[in-house]
């Protein structure tokens, strides 16, 4: 770590690589967020669903 970090040259993109594997990581954790459910969403729309039919 006493050197410093390998740069990707792309264009007019200079980015060092640690930087672009961490924004990498962050743009696929938010897709993820975008498609997997909620923790206890179908829970909840079991819950609805049982009390609209005792109506």
């Given at each position: ?12 993109i ?21 498609f ?20």
């Amino acid at each position: 770590m006493d050197q410093p970090a390998p740069y990707l040259h792309w264009g007019f993109i200079l980015i060092s690589l640690p930087n672009l594997g961490l924004i990498a990581f962050m743009v696929v954790l938010f897709v993820l967020a975008l498609f997997l459910p909620f923790p206890g969403r179908a829970r909840r729309r079991r819950a609805y669903q049982e009390s609209d039919r005792e109506r």
